[in-house]
């Protein structure tokens, strides 16, 4: 954040005398330079954040034999991914309304105001401290830490790795497994023929079965791995839509690009819910003529949803600033008699906070 200081001492030196100077607020047309400030009103728009999961299957080394030997079902052979979308959050932010430029001009003995810019030059105060603009999520990736790993190969025993071949490792490694099991079995019942001495002992040699046999099953079933995806998109409400197409999603790519046809389509749509009133006009019946005040926005109100054509993914009710208008603050903001303090909105350029104070 930038913040600008004027100092009215070396304004304009040569003014009249007496006079009481007001501040000038001119629309900023390019190629001019102003003695003041150029600043720009916000154009709103939403940061996306996709959370997907991203699950890994890798075919064990006996998985062709896991229905011969150990009649497991639905083994998979063939290493994929598959994916699931798990959330969806809209955030707004603000960017330079390049449309909506203006210009602070000070004249001499006005009282200089502490501007506050963001850093591509969106309004964000008048002399008070300037609102911190937050970061916006970024991409990431986190894989899952919880998951018991094993490597298969240690726990083969010297029977299976003198096999002469792959079937026979196979079959070998399913009486393994049977046998854990009836050893298991024997303990919870008492009949084994080394019993452990305690509760604690008998704790721990299961749970070394169990691992046994989870390393062994691994050659057959395969393992998954999984890993959370945080995917970030930026999309421009600039209008109402019905069904733009954000991006796409496969359930074994994961989020693709809106033109990839190789995902089924997410879909986002941006109500315009009409929430400001119309503009007064004068006695008279004409529009108002605006002052050469400071200009800050009324932002329109809309409802975005997100969805497919199965379910919704996020709906909200969101602040836009294209969906409102351009105002002026009455009064002189920066003249000696007052102190007024502006705070504004960096998504929208809406006054979030305005008080002023009488100097003593």
């Known amino acids: 954040m930038k913040k600008f200081i004027f100092s009215s001492l ?6 009249t005398a007496g006079v ?5 607020v001119t629309p900023y047309t390019p190629g001019v330079t102003a003695e003041g400030i150029t600043y720009f009103l916000p154009h709103t728009r ?3 954040t996709v959370t997907a999961t991203k699950t890994t299957h ?11 030997y150990l009649r497991l079902a639905d083994v998979t052979t063939a290493p994929y991914d598959e994916w699931s979308l798990t959330s969806v959050e809209l955030t707004p932010y603000g960017v330079p309304d390049k449309t909506q430029a203006y210009t602070i001009k000070l004249k001499s003995k006005t009282s200089a105001p502490l501007v506050g810019l963001s850093r591509d030059g969106v309004l964000l105060s008048v002399n008070t401290e300037a609102p911190e603009v937050p970061e916006l999520p970024g ?48 303990l919870t019942k008492g009949q084994a023929d080394f019993m452990p001495k305690d509760g604690e002992q008998l704790k721990l040699m299961l749970a070394k079965l169990d691992e046994q046999e989870e390393a062994l099953l691994q050659l057959f079933k395969g393992t998954t791995s999984t890993e959370t995806h945080v ?26 690009a809106a033109g990839d046809l190789s ?9 315009d819910l009409q929430s400001l009133p119309a503009e007064m006009p004068d006695e008279d019946g004409k529009k108002k003529k605006p002052a050469e005040d400071l200009r800050y926005v009324v932002p329109g109100q809309a409802q ?45 350029g809406g006054i979030q906070r305005i008080d002023a104070d009488e100097p003593q």
């Open 139 to 186: 991409p990431s990736v986190e894989r899952d830490k919880t998951a018991r790993k094993f490597n298969p190969a240690d726990y083969k025993t010297e029977e299976i790795l003198s096999a002469g071949s792959t079937t026979k490792m196979a079959e070998l490694t399913a009486n393994e497994i049977y046998d854990i099991r009836e050893n298991r079995s024997l």
């Open 10 to 15: 070396v304004l304009m030196a040569a003014a």
């Open 263 to 271: 995902g089924d389509p997410v879909y986002i749509s941006v109500q």
């Open 20 to 24: 009481q100077a007001q501040t000038e």
């Open 304 to 348: 975005v949803k997100v969805f497919t054509n199965r379910r919704t993914l996020a709906e909200s009710t969101v602040a836009l600033a294209q969906f409102g208008r351009v105002e002026h603050l009455g009064g002189d903001l920066f003249n000696k008699k007052y102190t007024v303090r502006v705070t504004l909105q960096p998504e929208t």
């Open 46 to 48: 939403l940061h996306i």
């Open 231 to 256: 995917m970030t998109f930026s999309y421009d409400p600039a209008k109402e839509c019905d069904r733009d197409v954000l991006f796409r999603f496969s359930r074994f790519l994961g989020p693709v």
């Open 58 to 68: 890798t075919p064990g080394e006996y998985a062709r034999f896991a229905q011969r």
